[in-house]
């Protein structure tokens, strides 16, 4: 993997422009919320704004909805510049994290309600009220009240009324934060495959990764204001171009230390705690700082020493292997986490899919251990 810096905040996406921000700047009381971010959303697309609390998403979002008026910059929609367009008149609908739903009002007319008040014919008004709760599978629900709905079932009026408008974009703030963990895992893919049916152009606002890796077919991950890298998720997650999304997305371990070798097809990376072989070329030099970032998941755990025969991509004995002794044991069910503290003081977090039911040789607390990786699996980062 060639390593790269962190972008500057435009970033240049190729494809189709249908939503293209340019150098959009907001700025509150002199303080940039939003710091010249320019990025290109495609037809189609959901497109996934994610970071932590304070990063800018949401008021990206309300800019795009027409609830804020950038400093500066624009937001071009189908080829309009649609910042002076009031919220009213833009062909975007937003769906809020609270749903916003009219507690008086049956499931029919919530859903009718936004195509009542642009003067539609009441024909129209039926027919695309009976298609969108038929979309989201809650025709037999039409003459309840929200408070006689699950949480998932409100979720879903408040799309099917976000969608009956027929919107060229789609915003969700945090469309499933208030689900709970096996809902929000269910209702992901149900709201996925409803958009994908419409057809309509989603940009989505979350701090939740699982959300954006699941739902987005890209990722912009976003802090302080500025977009640092924009993939799809196996990009963001496999290939993060900074430290910062590589902490950010999921979980990591990170070793500073220094290139010592740097050779066309493989580096070799000096740290406190093992040599690191890389059995890739990277853009860099000799003697220059950098951190080396290995997943937990790639890390393999085991009482005895590896044979280099099992450290593929690692040339020598030694490399890419670190000894120590676990110190917690963690078990989710599908994984189990490990905590091992290495011999030179730091803390190295280990993953192990539980593949069989039953496991021989289960690894304990205070077991001293071996863990080791692949030379393909690491990342070198020089910022």
Not at 32 to 42: C, F, G, L, P, Y
Not at 136 to 160: E, I, M, N, W
Not at 178 to 193: F, G, M, P, S, W
Not at 344 to 358: M, P, Y
């Amino acid at each position: 993997m060639t390593k790269l810096p962190c972008p500057s905040p435009a970033v240049d996406l190729v494809g189709q422009n249908f939503l293209s921000i340019r150098n959009l700047v907001k700025e509150f009381d002199g303080v940039r919320a939003v710091d010249d971010i320019s990025v290109s959303i495609n037809k189609g697309e959901i497109f996934a704004l994610l970071g932590s609390s304070g990063c800018g998403k949401s008021t990206l979002l309300r800019m795009l909805a027409g609830f804020e008026t950038p400093t500066a910059g624009q937001i071009m929609l189908a080829g309009r510049d649609i910042v002076p367009v009031p919220p009213y008149q833009r062909p975007i609908n937003m769906m809020f994290q609270s749903y916003a739903l009219f507690p008086h009002l049956s499931v029919w007319d919530n859903v009718a309600f936004g195509l009542r008040r642009d003067g539609l014919p009441k024909d129209e008004v039926a027919e695309r009220v009976g298609k969108m709760l038929e979309l989201v599978q809650l025709t037999a629900y039409a003459k309840r009240k929200p408070h006689q709905l699950s949480g998932g079932q409100q979720q879903r009026v408040a799309l099917a009324r976000s969608l009956a408008k027929r919107p060229q974009l789609l915003l969700l703030d945090e469309p499933l934060g208030a689900l709970d963990k096996k809902l929000r895992e269910r209702t992901q893919i149900e709201l996925v495959n409803i958009i994908e049916q419409v057809g309509v152009t989603c940009v989505m606002v979350t701090h939740d990764q699982d959300e954006a890796m699941s739902m987005a077919s890209r990722i912009a991950v976003m802090s302080e204001g500025r977009i640092v890298q924009v993939g799809a998720p196996g990009e963001i997650y496999e290939t993060p171009n900074c430290r910062f999304v590589a902490d950010f997305i999921g979980s990591v371990n990170m070793f500073p230390g220094q290139l010592v070798v740097d050779e066309a097809d493989h580096v070799v990376v000096e740290t406190r705690e093992c040599l690191h072989y890389v059995s890739h070329g990277i853009s860099g030099t000799r003697g220059m700082p950098v951190h080396v970032a290995v997943r937990p998941e790639k890390v393999c755990l085991q009482a005895e020493a590896p044979t280099l025969g099992q450290r593929a991509g690692a040339a020598e004995q030694g490399h890419n292997c670190v000894e120590g002794v676990i110190r917690s044991i963690s078990y989710f069910g599908n994984q189990t986490h490990y905590q091992v503290r290495l011999d030179g003081g730091a803390d190295l977090k280990v993953a192990r899919t539980n593949a069989a039911r039953q496991q021989d040789g289960q690894l304990q607390r205070e077991q001293r251990v071996f863990a080791w990786w692949d030379g393909a699996d690491i990342i070198v980062l020089n910022q």
